[in-house]
């Protein structure tokens, strides 16, 4: 049965909701998931252009709490244009995106990333973006991650190393590489 939620943009407004959301999260679950720092400055100023980043929510229909979070950044992360070039991905930073999602311990394996990815994309579509490259990668160790990346359509590029193994995942519409 798939968990009753509601999709929405990050709004300012949201700003309590996310700072809950992201205070809730095992450390497991917050170790595998850090695009950004968890507190209001920086969040604040990590959404600070709204041509470049934005955050996409799913909230429980029931009581309104965010149960997952992705952020997206337009275009892809400098520090990794090197390592993502050498796989021979012609980049651009108007097509493609950075992507980051998390989904609240108690609501993983219920189809609610899925859900989430979906509505991601097809807002992505409308934005005319057509590569998504997975934020940081996936850490190697992540096994039901990568199957969920994989379920997805995502593929793997390569390995790397950061704090352990990683993979760099992409998932493309309407883009040679």
Not at 42 to 62: C, H, M, N
Not at 98 to 123: C, H, K, M, Y
């Amino acid at each position: 049965m798939e968990a009753q939620v509601t999709f929405a943009y990050f709004q300012s407004s949201d700003l309590p909701l996310l700072l809950d959301y992201l205070q809730q999260l095992s450390p497991a679950t917050r170790k595998r998931f850090g695009p950004h720092p968890f507190d209001e400055a920086t969040i604040l100023r990590f959404y600070a252009d709204p041509f470049e980043v934005w955050g996409f929510l799913a909230k429980s229909a029931q009581t309104g709490a965010i149960v997952a979070y992705a952020p997206v950044k337009r275009g892809y992360l400098e520090h990794d244009r090197p390592r993502l070039e050498a796989y021979g991905l012609n980049l651009s930073k108007h097509t493609d995106c950075t992507f980051a999602p998390s989904v609240a311990d108690n609501w993983q394996g219920q189809g609610l990333g899925g859900q989430l990815f979906n509505f991601i994309q097809a807002e992505l579509q409308a934005r005319g973006i057509r590569r998504v490259i997975l934020w940081g990668g996936v850490q190697a160790s992540n096994a039901a991650a990568l199957r969920f990346y994989e379920k997805m359509g995502f593929r793997v590029l390569g390995g790397f190393e950061y704090e352990g193994g990683n993979w760099d995942m992409v998932k493309e519409w309407g883009v040679s590489v």
